[in-house]
């Protein structure tokens, strides 16, 4: 085991396997990168929206599914992208965008940092 600190995320992100974050002198989780991370998600970008949602909703469930900035961010294994793709255009909705994406270390240090701000 090797103990490495720094603010530097994307290199935490390559050098380590697990990660702890540090918050006030308290430990505010640990775990590896990728559960820290959430796993990989699809970003939907489709019209029309509301018909788009209720396909995804109906093919992940509507807990798997969430909307922003116009586009749709769906909590399925990416390798069902092309089932995904069938099922929306099987529903008459057209995909502009279809890939998949994962959150980076730093957007998750600074959510969890901002969620202990507040309380």
Same mark, same amino acid.
């Not at 505010?28 to 939907?44: D, F, I, K």
């Not at 469930?61 to 099922?87: C, K, M």
């Not at 909705?93 to 940092?113: A, N």
């Given at each position: 085991?090797?103990?490495?600190?720094?603010?530097? *995320?994307?290199?935490v992100? @390559? !050098?380590? /396997? +697990? %990660?702890?974050?540090?918050?006030?002198? #308290?430990?505010v !989780?640990?775990?590896?990168?990728?559960? =820290? +991370?959430?796993?990989?998600? =699809?970003? !939907?970008?489709?019209?029309? @929206? /509301? #018909? $788009?949602?209720?396909?995804?909703?109906?093919f $992940? &469930?509507?807990? $798997? !599914?969430?909307?922003? /900035?116009? %586009?749709?961010? %769906?909590?399925?294994?990416?390798? +069902?992208? $092309?089932? *995904?793709?069938?099922? =929306?255009? &099987?529903?008459g909705?057209?995909?502009?965008? *279809? +890939? @998949?994406?994962? #959150?980076? =270390?730093?957007?998750?240090?600074?959510?969890?940092?901002?969620?202990?701000?507040? #309380?």
């Amino acid at each position: 085991t090797v103990m490495f600190s720094s603010h530097q *995320l994307p290199e935490v992100e @390559q !050098v380590c /396997d +697990r %990660v702890g974050v540090i918050r006030g002198g #308290r430990l505010v !989780v640990e775990t590896t990168v990728s559960e =820290l +991370r959430g796993g990989a998600r =699809l970003l !939907v970008r489709a019209a029309p @929206q /509301d #018909r $788009a949602l209720a396909a995804l909703a109906a093919f $992940a &469930g509507p807990d $798997a !599914v969430q909307r922003a /900035d116009g %586009v749709f961010h %769906v909590a399925i294994e990416p390798g +069902r992208a $092309a089932e *995904l793709n069938g099922s =929306l255009v &099987g529903s008459g909705v057209r995909i502009s965008e *279809l +890939r @998949q994406v994962e #959150r980076s =270390l730093e957007d998750v240090f600074l959510q969890l940092v901002s969620q202990e701000g507040e #309380r």
